[in-house]
C-alpha cells in the first residue's frame, strides 16, 4: 500500500495578504483559486511537488458554522495557535533570508538543533508558524 500526502490546510484571515506572502516571498505556484458561499480557497503549491497541494482557506470552512465558532477560531488564528506547516529546503540560512528580506516576521533564526536539522521559523501574515528545515550534513 502507498500513501502519499495530498493536500494540507493553512488557515488565512486574508487572502489578499496571504497570498504575496505564499506566491511571491515563498516562491509558491499559484494552482486554483475559488469562492464558495462568501469563503475563499486559493491553492498553492512548490513547483518540485506537483503532487502537493497547500490549501489556503478560512479560519472554518465550514458555511454552517456558528458565529461564535467562527469568532473563537478567527481569535486562535490572530494569537498563532493554530498550526502551520514545515517546509525543508537545502539552505535554510538562505531560505531564512529570503523571506526575512520579503517581510516575514521572524520567530527563530537559523538554528541547529539537537534532532538533526538546522532550522528557522516565521509567522506568515495571518499569524500561522511555518518552519523551515534543513538537515544537517
Known amino acids: 500500500m502507498d500513501i502519499n500526502l495530498s493536500q494540507c ?3 488565512v484571515d486574508d487572502h489578499d495578504k496571504a497570498l504575496p ?3 511571491d516571498v515563498l516562491g509558491l505556484e499559484v494552482r486554483n483559486d475559488v469562492g464558495f458561499e462568501g469563503m475563499r480557497w486559493v491553492t498553492v503549491g512548490s513547483p518540485s511537488q506537483p503532487g502537493v497541494n497547500i490549501v489556503l482557506e478560512p479560519p472554518l470552512a465550514d ?3 456558528s458565529p461564535a465558532d467562527r469568532q473563537a477560531v478567527a481569535e486562535l488564528l ?3 495557535l493554530l498550526r502551520g506547516v514545515i517546509f525543508s529546503t537545502d539552505d535554510v540560512d538562505a531560505t531564512f533570508e529570503r523571506i526575512r528580506e520579503g517581510g516575514g516576521e ?3 533564526e537559523p538554528l541547529d538543533q539537537p534532532y538533526g536539522v538546522r532550522d528557522c521559523a516565521f509567522r506568515d501574515p495571518s499569524g500561522n ?5 534543513q538537515n544537517k550534513k
Open 78 to 80: 490572530a494569537k498563532g
Open 63 to 65: 458555511p454552517g458554522a
Open 9 to 11: 490546510f493553512i488557515a
Open 129 to 133: 508558524m511555518l518552519r523551515f528545515t
Open 106 to 108: 521572524v520567530l527563530q
Open 21 to 23: 506572502f505564499y506566491r
